[in-house]
Protein backbone atom coordinates (compact mmCIF):
# COMPACT_ATOMS: atom_id res chain seq x y z
CA UNK A 1 0.00 0.00 0.00
CA UNK A 2 3.06 2.45 0.28
CA UNK A 3 3.80 2.41 -3.27
CA UNK A 4 -0.01 3.37 -4.36
CA UNK A 5 0.76 6.03 -6.49
CA UNK A 6 -1.67 9.16 -6.66
CA UNK A 7 -2.92 8.14 -9.98
CA UNK A 8 -3.75 4.98 -8.63
CA UNK A 9 -4.98 6.53 -5.78
CA UNK A 10 -7.30 8.73 -7.92
CA UNK A 11 -7.89 5.63 -10.25
CA UNK A 12 -9.28 3.20 -6.86
CA UNK A 13 -11.44 6.68 -6.11
CA UNK A 14 -12.93 6.90 -9.04
CA UNK A 15 -14.36 2.92 -9.26
CA UNK A 16 -15.29 3.15 -5.52
CA UNK A 17 -17.45 5.86 -6.46
CA UNK A 18 -18.94 4.41 -10.39
CA UNK A 19 -19.43 1.21 -7.68
CA UNK A 20 -21.55 3.27 -4.75
CA UNK A 21 -23.77 5.20 -7.25
CA UNK A 22 -24.19 2.27 -9.55
CA UNK A 23 -25.62 0.41 -6.34
CA UNK A 24 -27.19 3.64 -5.33
CA UNK A 25 -28.96 3.55 -8.68
CA UNK A 26 -29.91 -0.23 -7.94
CA UNK A 27 -31.18 0.42 -4.25
CA UNK A 28 -33.49 3.42 -5.73
CA UNK A 29 -34.92 0.89 -8.64
CA UNK A 30 -35.68 -2.07 -5.83
CA UNK A 31 -37.87 0.74 -3.25
CA UNK A 32 -39.38 2.33 -6.75
CA UNK A 33 -40.33 -1.53 -7.72
CA UNK A 34 -41.36 -2.23 -3.70
CA UNK A 35 -44.33 0.25 -3.40
CA UNK A 36 -47.77 -1.20 -2.61
CA UNK A 37 -50.37 1.08 -4.44
CA UNK A 38 -53.60 -1.17 -3.48
CA UNK A 39 -55.36 -0.82 -0.01
CA UNK A 40 -54.36 -3.54 2.42
CA UNK A 41 -56.24 -7.37 1.80
CA UNK A 42 -59.58 -7.42 3.33
CA UNK A 43 -58.91 -9.70 6.44
CA UNK A 44 -62.57 -8.85 8.51
CA UNK A 45 -65.77 -10.93 7.03
CA UNK A 46 -68.89 -10.61 8.28
CA UNK A 47 -70.70 -13.59 8.13
CA UNK A 48 -74.60 -12.54 8.70
CA UNK A 49 -76.47 -13.76 12.14
CA UNK A 50 -74.90 -16.52 14.32
CA UNK A 51 -78.98 -18.11 13.71
CA UNK A 52 -78.06 -19.35 10.52
CA UNK A 53 -75.03 -21.48 11.56
CA UNK A 54 -76.84 -24.14 14.26
CA UNK A 55 -74.78 -26.21 16.45
CA UNK A 56 -73.45 -29.25 14.42
CA UNK A 57 -72.99 -27.20 11.45
CA UNK A 58 -70.43 -26.93 8.91
CA UNK A 59 -70.15 -24.45 6.44
CA UNK A 60 -67.67 -23.84 3.84
CA UNK A 61 -67.04 -20.76 2.16
CA UNK A 62 -65.70 -20.34 -0.70
CA UNK A 63 -65.09 -17.18 -0.77
CA UNK A 64 -62.61 -16.42 1.69
CA UNK A 65 -61.70 -19.43 1.33
CA UNK A 66 -62.57 -21.10 5.05
CA UNK A 67 -64.70 -23.52 7.10
CA UNK A 68 -67.04 -21.98 9.66
CA UNK A 69 -67.71 -24.89 12.46
CA UNK A 70 -70.32 -24.36 14.73
CA UNK A 71 -69.91 -26.83 17.62
CA UNK A 72 -71.03 -27.76 21.24
CA UNK A 73 -68.28 -25.34 22.62
CA UNK A 74 -68.72 -22.89 20.46
CA UNK A 75 -67.76 -21.43 16.71
CA UNK A 76 -64.48 -21.71 15.46
CA UNK A 77 -62.56 -21.23 11.66
CA UNK A 78 -60.31 -23.03 9.82
CA UNK A 79 -58.92 -21.80 7.01
CA UNK A 80 -58.97 -23.97 3.17
CA UNK A 81 -55.79 -22.07 1.79
CA UNK A 82 -53.37 -24.96 1.75
CA UNK A 83 -50.29 -24.96 3.71
CA UNK A 84 -47.93 -25.96 1.09
CA UNK A 85 -48.16 -23.48 -1.54
CA UNK A 86 -51.72 -21.58 -1.39
CA UNK A 87 -54.14 -23.05 -3.59
CA UNK A 88 -57.58 -23.45 -2.60
CA UNK A 89 -59.05 -26.91 -0.93
CA UNK A 90 -61.82 -29.00 -2.15
CA UNK A 91 -64.04 -30.57 0.44
CA UNK A 92 -64.25 -34.89 -0.10
CA UNK A 93 -65.27 -37.36 1.74
CA UNK A 94 -62.47 -37.75 4.21
CA UNK A 95 -61.68 -33.97 4.51
CA UNK A 96 -59.90 -31.63 2.17
CA UNK A 97 -57.88 -32.22 -1.15
CA UNK A 98 -55.86 -29.84 -2.96
CA UNK A 99 -55.73 -29.98 -6.54
CA UNK A 100 -52.54 -28.42 -7.05
CA UNK A 101 -50.10 -31.19 -5.54
CA UNK A 102 -52.11 -33.54 -4.13
CA UNK A 103 -52.05 -32.16 0.01
CA UNK A 104 -54.92 -33.93 2.05
CA UNK A 105 -56.24 -32.56 5.37
CA UNK A 106 -58.71 -34.54 7.60
CA UNK A 107 -61.84 -32.77 9.16
CA UNK A 108 -60.26 -31.45 11.96
CA UNK A 109 -57.22 -29.79 9.25
CA UNK A 110 -54.35 -32.14 10.29
CA UNK A 111 -52.07 -33.24 7.41
CA UNK A 112 -52.99 -37.01 6.45
CA UNK A 113 -51.31 -36.46 3.21
CA UNK A 114 -48.20 -34.78 2.02
CA UNK A 115 -46.49 -32.70 0.99
CA UNK A 116 -47.82 -30.24 2.90
CA UNK A 117 -46.10 -29.99 6.14
CA UNK A 118 -48.47 -27.69 8.16
CA UNK A 119 -51.90 -27.96 9.49
CA UNK A 120 -54.42 -26.01 8.77
CA UNK A 121 -54.47 -22.40 10.20
CA UNK A 122 -57.11 -21.70 13.01
CA UNK A 123 -59.27 -18.86 12.42
CA UNK A 124 -60.22 -16.39 14.81
CA UNK A 125 -63.92 -15.88 15.17
CA UNK A 126 -65.54 -12.96 16.98
CA UNK A 127 -69.63 -12.80 17.57
CA UNK A 128 -70.42 -9.09 18.23
CA UNK A 129 -73.33 -7.47 20.43
CA UNK A 130 -75.76 -8.31 17.85
CA UNK A 131 -75.00 -11.85 17.64
CA UNK A 132 -73.21 -11.61 14.51
CA UNK A 133 -70.42 -14.29 13.22
CA UNK A 134 -67.04 -12.08 12.36
CA UNK A 135 -64.25 -14.13 11.06
CA UNK A 136 -60.74 -12.64 11.22
CA UNK A 137 -58.37 -13.47 8.80
CA UNK A 138 -55.15 -12.46 10.62
CA UNK B 1 -43.17 -12.04 -42.63
CA UNK B 2 -44.33 -13.00 -46.07
CA UNK B 3 -42.88 -10.22 -47.60
CA UNK B 4 -39.70 -10.64 -45.43
CA UNK B 5 -39.63 -14.46 -46.46
CA UNK B 6 -40.37 -13.26 -49.79
CA UNK B 7 -36.89 -10.92 -49.88
CA UNK B 8 -35.05 -13.64 -48.86
CA UNK B 9 -36.13 -16.15 -51.52
CA UNK B 10 -35.06 -13.69 -54.18
CA UNK B 11 -31.22 -15.04 -53.16
CA UNK B 12 -32.35 -18.58 -54.51
CA UNK B 13 -33.97 -17.38 -57.53
CA UNK B 14 -31.68 -13.99 -58.56
CA UNK B 15 -28.07 -13.55 -57.89
CA UNK B 16 -27.95 -10.08 -55.89
CA UNK B 17 -25.64 -7.82 -54.98
CA UNK B 18 -23.90 -7.99 -51.61
CA UNK B 19 -26.70 -6.59 -48.95
CA UNK B 20 -26.99 -6.29 -45.36
CA UNK B 21 -27.96 -9.83 -45.71
CA UNK B 22 -25.24 -11.23 -46.93
CA UNK B 23 -23.22 -9.28 -44.33
CA UNK B 24 -24.86 -11.05 -41.69
CA UNK B 25 -23.61 -14.27 -42.80
CA UNK B 26 -19.96 -15.56 -42.99
CA UNK B 27 -18.41 -15.50 -46.75
CA UNK B 28 -18.13 -18.98 -46.59
CA UNK B 29 -18.51 -22.09 -43.75
CA UNK B 30 -17.23 -25.31 -43.29
CA UNK B 31 -19.67 -28.18 -45.50
CA UNK B 32 -19.98 -30.81 -42.82
CA UNK B 33 -20.74 -28.54 -40.16
CA UNK B 34 -23.52 -26.91 -42.08
CA UNK B 35 -25.46 -29.86 -42.54
CA UNK B 36 -28.89 -30.24 -41.34
CA UNK B 37 -28.05 -33.36 -39.61
CA UNK B 38 -25.07 -31.56 -38.03
CA UNK B 39 -27.09 -28.23 -36.66
CA UNK B 40 -30.47 -29.42 -36.62
CA UNK B 41 -31.11 -25.87 -37.60
CA UNK B 42 -32.16 -25.20 -34.45
CA UNK B 43 -30.33 -22.08 -33.79
CA UNK B 44 -31.57 -20.41 -36.83
CA UNK B 45 -35.23 -21.55 -36.40
CA UNK B 46 -35.24 -20.02 -32.69
CA UNK B 47 -33.98 -16.73 -34.27
CA UNK B 48 -37.00 -16.91 -36.63
CA UNK B 49 -39.56 -17.71 -34.15
CA UNK B 50 -38.43 -14.74 -31.95
CA UNK B 51 -38.91 -13.13 -35.29
CA UNK B 52 -42.66 -14.25 -35.48
CA UNK B 53 -43.03 -13.71 -31.94
CA UNK B 54 -42.06 -10.12 -32.11
CA UNK B 55 -44.52 -9.20 -34.97
CA UNK B 56 -47.61 -10.88 -33.64
CA UNK B 57 -46.53 -9.79 -30.35
CA UNK B 58 -46.93 -6.31 -31.28
CA UNK B 59 -50.06 -7.05 -33.37
CA UNK B 60 -51.44 -8.52 -30.01
CA UNK B 61 -50.60 -5.58 -28.01
CA UNK B 62 -53.15 -2.94 -30.22
CA UNK B 63 -55.78 -5.15 -28.16
CA UNK B 64 -54.50 -6.30 -25.12
CA UNK B 65 -55.53 -4.76 -21.96
CA UNK B 66 -53.65 -5.25 -19.35
CA UNK B 67 -56.07 -4.42 -16.64
CA UNK B 68 -57.32 -6.74 -14.60
CA UNK B 69 -61.21 -6.43 -15.33
CA UNK B 70 -60.90 -6.33 -19.11
CA UNK B 71 -57.68 -8.72 -19.91
CA UNK B 72 -59.39 -12.27 -20.43
CA UNK B 73 -62.07 -10.39 -22.57
CA UNK B 74 -59.80 -8.69 -24.50
CA UNK B 75 -58.30 -12.23 -24.93
CA UNK B 76 -61.26 -13.04 -26.08
CA UNK B 77 -61.88 -10.46 -28.34
CA UNK B 78 -58.89 -11.15 -30.05
CA UNK B 79 -59.55 -14.81 -30.40
CA UNK B 80 -63.16 -14.28 -31.78
CA UNK B 81 -63.88 -11.14 -33.58
CA UNK B 82 -60.90 -9.67 -34.70
CA UNK B 83 -60.33 -10.82 -38.44
CA UNK B 84 -57.50 -13.22 -38.22
CA UNK B 85 -57.12 -12.80 -34.66
CA UNK B 86 -57.49 -15.87 -33.25
CA UNK B 87 -55.05 -16.82 -36.31
CA UNK B 88 -52.43 -14.51 -34.84
CA UNK B 89 -52.75 -15.48 -31.40
CA UNK B 90 -52.49 -19.05 -32.17
CA UNK B 91 -49.06 -18.20 -34.26
CA UNK B 92 -47.69 -16.31 -31.01
CA UNK B 93 -48.49 -19.40 -28.61
CA UNK B 94 -46.90 -22.03 -30.96
CA UNK B 95 -44.10 -19.98 -31.99
CA UNK B 96 -43.55 -18.88 -28.27
CA UNK B 97 -44.05 -23.06 -27.38
CA UNK B 98 -41.90 -24.05 -30.46
CA UNK B 99 -39.07 -21.54 -29.30
CA UNK B 100 -38.89 -23.62 -26.05
CA UNK B 101 -38.26 -27.06 -27.64
CA UNK B 102 -36.24 -26.22 -30.29
CA UNK B 103 -34.02 -24.22 -27.95
CA UNK B 104 -33.82 -27.44 -25.63
CA UNK B 105 -32.48 -29.12 -29.34
CA UNK B 106 -30.21 -26.11 -29.93
CA UNK B 107 -29.08 -26.98 -26.13
CA UNK B 108 -28.71 -30.88 -26.82
CA UNK B 109 -26.69 -30.19 -29.70
CA UNK B 110 -24.24 -27.69 -28.52
CA UNK B 111 -23.88 -30.42 -25.68
CA UNK B 112 -23.84 -33.90 -27.73
CA UNK B 113 -21.60 -32.08 -30.63
CA UNK B 114 -18.84 -30.49 -27.85
CA UNK B 115 -19.06 -27.34 -28.94
CA UNK B 116 -19.49 -25.58 -25.67
CA UNK B 117 -15.39 -26.22 -25.35
CA UNK B 118 -12.60 -22.86 -25.11
CA UNK B 119 -13.49 -20.46 -26.39
CA UNK B 120 -17.22 -20.58 -26.70
CA UNK B 121 -17.53 -20.83 -22.98
CA UNK B 122 -18.98 -17.68 -22.44
CA UNK B 123 -21.49 -18.22 -25.36
CA UNK B 124 -22.60 -21.07 -23.85
CA UNK B 125 -23.62 -19.19 -20.61
CA UNK B 126 -25.11 -16.59 -22.78
CA UNK B 127 -27.12 -19.47 -24.97
CA UNK B 128 -28.34 -20.41 -21.59
CA UNK B 129 -29.65 -17.42 -20.12
CA UNK B 130 -31.70 -16.62 -23.69
CA UNK B 131 -33.26 -20.41 -22.44
CA UNK B 132 -33.98 -19.23 -18.81
CA UNK B 133 -35.17 -15.72 -20.33
CA UNK B 134 -37.27 -17.36 -22.95
CA UNK B 135 -38.85 -20.08 -20.66
CA UNK B 136 -39.46 -16.54 -18.49
CA UNK B 137 -41.10 -14.97 -20.88
CA UNK B 138 -43.49 -17.69 -21.94
CA UNK B 139 -44.74 -18.32 -18.25
CA UNK B 140 -45.33 -14.80 -17.69
CA UNK B 141 -47.15 -14.65 -21.74
CA UNK B 142 -49.24 -17.74 -20.41
CA UNK B 143 -50.16 -15.34 -17.05
CA UNK B 144 -51.56 -12.61 -19.22
CA UNK B 145 -54.14 -14.64 -20.57
CA UNK B 146 -55.70 -13.95 -16.95
CA UNK B 147 -58.35 -16.54 -17.24
CA UNK B 148 -59.64 -19.31 -14.35
CA UNK B 149 -56.76 -21.47 -15.61
CA UNK B 150 -53.72 -19.57 -14.63
CA UNK B 151 -55.22 -18.97 -11.02
CA UNK B 152 -53.48 -21.64 -9.93
CA UNK B 153 -49.67 -21.77 -11.05
CA UNK B 154 -49.99 -17.88 -10.70
CA UNK B 155 -50.63 -18.86 -6.84
CA UNK B 156 -47.93 -21.57 -6.51
CA UNK B 157 -45.50 -19.71 -8.67
CA UNK B 158 -45.62 -16.45 -6.98
CA UNK B 159 -45.62 -18.36 -3.55
CA UNK B 160 -42.32 -20.27 -4.17
CA UNK B 161 -40.80 -16.77 -3.69
CA UNK B 162 -41.65 -16.05 -0.87
CA UNK B 163 -39.79 -19.84 0.47
CA UNK B 164 -36.80 -18.47 -0.10
CA UNK B 165 -35.10 -17.40 2.91
CA UNK B 166 -33.91 -14.07 3.89
CA UNK B 167 -35.49 -12.35 0.82
CA UNK B 168 -38.34 -14.48 -0.32
CA UNK B 169 -40.84 -12.27 0.84
CA UNK B 170 -39.20 -9.19 -1.13
CA UNK B 171 -38.63 -10.90 -4.15
CA UNK B 172 -42.40 -11.81 -4.02
CA UNK B 173 -43.48 -7.99 -3.50
CA UNK B 174 -41.33 -6.90 -6.40
CA UNK B 175 -43.09 -9.62 -8.38
CA UNK B 176 -46.43 -9.18 -7.77
CA UNK B 177 -46.76 -5.61 -6.71
CA UNK B 178 -48.39 -6.00 -3.49
CA UNK B 179 -49.08 -8.91 -0.82
CA UNK B 180 -51.62 -10.79 -1.98
CA UNK B 181 -51.59 -12.25 -6.27
CA UNK B 182 -54.23 -9.03 -7.41
CA UNK B 183 -54.71 -6.66 -9.18
CA UNK B 184 -51.17 -5.11 -9.72
CA UNK B 185 -49.78 -8.63 -10.44
CA UNK B 186 -51.13 -8.36 -14.32
CA UNK B 187 -49.54 -4.61 -15.19
CA UNK B 188 -46.13 -6.13 -13.65
CA UNK B 189 -46.24 -9.27 -15.55
CA UNK B 190 -47.47 -7.56 -18.92
CA UNK B 191 -44.44 -5.10 -18.27
CA UNK B 192 -41.99 -7.44 -17.56
CA UNK B 193 -43.50 -9.80 -20.65
CA UNK B 194 -43.59 -7.12 -23.49
CA UNK B 195 -40.66 -5.08 -22.36
CA UNK B 196 -38.49 -5.98 -19.91
CA UNK B 197 -38.28 -9.37 -20.67
CA UNK B 198 -38.15 -8.76 -24.36
CA UNK B 199 -35.20 -6.06 -24.39
CA UNK B 200 -33.17 -8.86 -22.65
CA UNK B 201 -33.79 -11.47 -24.88
CA UNK B 202 -32.81 -8.65 -27.88
CA UNK B 203 -29.63 -8.08 -26.01
CA UNK B 204 -28.73 -11.67 -25.07
CA UNK B 205 -30.10 -12.60 -28.91
CA UNK B 206 -27.49 -10.35 -31.05
CA UNK B 207 -25.07 -10.84 -27.94
CA UNK B 208 -25.64 -14.50 -28.65
CA UNK B 209 -25.16 -13.89 -32.73
CA UNK B 210 -22.23 -11.92 -32.42
CA UNK B 211 -19.96 -14.31 -30.50
CA UNK B 212 -20.80 -17.22 -32.57
CA UNK B 213 -19.06 -15.55 -35.43
CA UNK B 214 -16.49 -13.93 -32.77
CA UNK B 215 -15.55 -17.41 -31.65
CA UNK B 216 -15.03 -18.25 -34.96
CA UNK B 217 -17.91 -19.07 -36.54
CA UNK B 218 -19.56 -22.90 -36.25
CA UNK B 219 -17.68 -25.14 -33.73
CA UNK B 220 -14.94 -26.92 -35.76
CA UNK B 221 -11.73 -28.97 -35.23
CA UNK B 222 -8.77 -26.78 -36.15
CA UNK B 223 -8.03 -26.98 -40.08
CA UNK B 224 -5.38 -29.71 -40.24
CA UNK B 225 -7.54 -32.34 -38.09
CA UNK B 226 -10.62 -32.02 -40.50
CA UNK B 227 -11.32 -34.84 -42.42
CA UNK B 228 -13.16 -32.50 -44.70
CA UNK B 229 -11.86 -29.58 -45.73
CA UNK B 230 -14.47 -28.06 -48.31
CA UNK B 231 -16.49 -24.84 -47.25
CA UNK B 232 -19.99 -24.00 -48.98
CA UNK B 233 -20.44 -20.00 -50.01
CA UNK B 234 -22.84 -17.95 -47.63
CA UNK B 235 -25.61 -18.24 -50.68
CA UNK B 236 -25.84 -21.63 -50.25
CA UNK B 237 -26.30 -20.83 -46.61
CA UNK B 238 -29.04 -18.19 -47.06
CA UNK B 239 -30.84 -20.85 -49.31
CA UNK B 240 -30.65 -23.48 -46.85
CA UNK B 241 -32.12 -20.73 -44.34
CA UNK B 242 -34.62 -19.43 -46.51
CA UNK B 243 -35.59 -23.14 -46.90
CA UNK B 244 -35.77 -24.01 -43.25
CA UNK B 245 -37.87 -20.44 -42.36
CA UNK B 246 -40.40 -21.86 -45.36
CA UNK B 247 -41.32 -25.36 -43.45
CA UNK B 248 -41.20 -24.00 -39.94
CA UNK B 249 -44.16 -21.28 -41.63
CA UNK B 250 -45.74 -24.29 -42.92
CA UNK B 251 -45.45 -26.15 -39.56
CA UNK B 252 -46.95 -23.18 -37.84
CA UNK B 253 -49.42 -22.36 -39.94
CA UNK B 254 -51.00 -25.68 -40.02
CA UNK B 255 -50.63 -26.04 -36.06
CA UNK B 256 -52.44 -22.52 -35.99
CA UNK B 257 -55.18 -23.55 -38.36
CA UNK B 258 -56.04 -26.53 -36.87
CA UNK B 259 -54.83 -26.72 -33.08
CA UNK B 260 -56.31 -23.52 -31.34
CA UNK B 261 -53.82 -22.06 -28.21
CA UNK B 262 -55.95 -22.91 -25.18
CA UNK B 263 -58.53 -19.79 -23.63
CA UNK B 264 -60.90 -20.74 -19.87
CA UNK B 265 -63.06 -18.55 -18.96
CA UNK B 266 -62.32 -15.28 -17.81
CA UNK B 267 -61.41 -14.60 -14.27
CA UNK B 268 -63.03 -11.97 -12.24
CA UNK B 269 -61.47 -9.30 -10.19
CA UNK B 270 -60.44 -11.66 -6.97
CA UNK B 271 -58.52 -14.67 -8.29
CA UNK B 272 -60.01 -16.29 -5.03
CA UNK B 273 -63.52 -15.68 -6.10
CA UNK B 274 -63.57 -16.90 -9.44
CA UNK B 275 -62.02 -20.46 -8.58
CA UNK B 276 -64.55 -23.76 -9.32
CA UNK B 277 -64.24 -27.28 -9.25
CA UNK B 278 -63.70 -27.08 -13.50
CA UNK B 279 -60.51 -24.78 -13.22
CA UNK B 280 -57.44 -26.77 -14.57
CA UNK B 281 -54.71 -26.78 -11.64
CA UNK B 282 -51.56 -28.22 -14.29
CA UNK B 283 -48.75 -25.97 -14.84
CA UNK B 284 -47.65 -25.16 -18.12
CA UNK B 285 -46.14 -27.92 -20.11
CA UNK B 286 -42.55 -27.20 -19.42
CA UNK B 287 -43.41 -26.05 -15.65
CA UNK B 288 -44.59 -29.88 -15.31
CA UNK B 289 -41.69 -31.29 -14.09
CA UNK B 290 -41.48 -28.74 -11.36
CA UNK B 291 -45.05 -29.55 -10.47
CA UNK B 292 -44.43 -33.32 -9.68
CA UNK B 293 -41.56 -32.36 -7.85
CA UNK B 294 -43.81 -29.98 -5.44
CA UNK B 295 -45.61 -33.10 -4.87
CA UNK B 296 -42.66 -34.54 -3.02
CA UNK B 297 -42.45 -32.48 0.29
CA UNK B 298 -40.33 -28.68 0.88
CA UNK B 299 -41.66 -26.02 -1.74
CA UNK B 300 -38.14 -24.52 -1.36
CA UNK B 301 -36.29 -27.44 -1.58
CA UNK B 302 -37.81 -28.90 -5.21
CA UNK B 303 -39.47 -25.61 -6.37
CA UNK B 304 -36.10 -23.60 -6.28
CA UNK B 305 -33.55 -25.00 -4.95
CA UNK B 306 -32.98 -28.29 -7.30
CA UNK B 307 -34.21 -26.46 -10.42
CA UNK B 308 -31.41 -23.84 -9.17
CA UNK B 309 -28.76 -26.86 -8.54
CA UNK B 310 -29.61 -28.14 -12.27
CA UNK B 311 -29.21 -24.89 -13.91
CA UNK B 312 -25.84 -24.32 -12.26
CA UNK B 313 -24.57 -27.52 -12.92
CA UNK B 314 -25.84 -26.81 -16.48
CA UNK B 315 -23.79 -23.17 -16.44
CA UNK B 316 -20.86 -25.10 -15.03
CA UNK B 317 -20.25 -27.90 -17.78
CA UNK B 318 -17.86 -25.71 -19.59
CA UNK B 319 -15.80 -24.73 -16.65
CA UNK B 320 -15.26 -27.91 -14.92
CA UNK B 321 -15.36 -30.52 -17.26
CA UNK B 322 -12.60 -31.39 -19.00
CA UNK B 323 -12.51 -29.73 -22.68
CA UNK B 324 -13.23 -31.69 -25.57
CA UNK B 325 -10.81 -33.07 -27.78
CA UNK B 326 -9.79 -31.15 -30.58
CA UNK B 327 -10.22 -33.28 -33.01
CA UNK B 328 -13.63 -34.39 -32.08
CA UNK B 329 -15.31 -30.79 -31.92
CA UNK B 330 -18.23 -30.41 -34.26
CA UNK B 331 -19.01 -34.16 -34.56
CA UNK B 332 -21.97 -36.61 -32.96
CA UNK B 333 -21.65 -37.77 -29.49
CA UNK B 334 -17.25 -37.54 -29.22
CA UNK B 335 -15.35 -39.73 -26.88
CA UNK B 336 -14.08 -37.18 -25.08
CA UNK B 337 -16.04 -35.83 -22.05
CA UNK B 338 -18.30 -38.40 -21.99
CA UNK B 339 -18.97 -37.07 -18.25
CA UNK B 340 -20.73 -34.05 -19.72
CA UNK B 341 -23.06 -35.55 -22.25
CA UNK B 342 -24.41 -38.32 -19.88
CA UNK B 343 -25.04 -35.96 -17.18
CA UNK B 344 -27.08 -34.22 -19.20
CA UNK B 345 -28.56 -37.22 -20.67
CA UNK B 346 -29.95 -38.05 -17.18
CA UNK B 347 -31.16 -34.80 -16.56
CA UNK B 348 -33.38 -34.54 -19.54
CA UNK B 349 -34.59 -38.06 -19.04
CA UNK B 350 -35.53 -37.10 -15.38
CA UNK B 351 -37.29 -33.82 -16.80
CA UNK B 352 -38.63 -35.45 -19.09
CA UNK B 353 -40.15 -38.92 -17.13
CA UNK B 354 -41.16 -36.26 -14.26
CA UNK B 355 -43.14 -34.33 -16.67
CA UNK B 356 -45.27 -37.17 -18.72
CA UNK B 357 -45.52 -39.02 -14.82
CA UNK B 358 -47.51 -35.89 -13.74
CA UNK B 359 -51.12 -36.96 -13.83
Not at chain 2, 343 to 358: M, P, R
Request: net charge neutral.
Amino acid sequence: MTNLSRRDFLKLVRDGFLVLSGALALGGVLRFLDFQPNPAQKTQFDLGSATNYPIGSRTALSEIPALLIHAESGFSALSLVCTHLGCNLGEDESGFACPCHSSHFDAEGKVTHGPAAKPLSPLRIEISEDNRVILHTS
Amino acid sequence: MYFFILHLSSFILFPMPPSFFHHLHPPTIPTAQARWRHTLAAGGTAIFLMLILGVTGILEMFYYAPNPAEAALSVQTITYHVPFGGFIRNLHYWAAQALIVVSAVHFLRVIFTAAYGHPRRFNYLLGLALFVVSIMLDFTGYILRWDVDICWPLTTGTNLLKTIPVIGDFLYRIAVGGNEVCETALLRFYTWHIFGLTILVVILGVWHAFRVRRDGGIAVPPPQLRADVTRIPRDELVRREVLTMFIVSIGLILLSIFVPAPIAAAMSVSIRESVTESVDVRAPWFFLWVQQMLKWGDPFIFGVLIPSIILALLALIPYIFPQPNEAEIGSWFPKSNRLAQIIVAIIGTIIIILTFINR
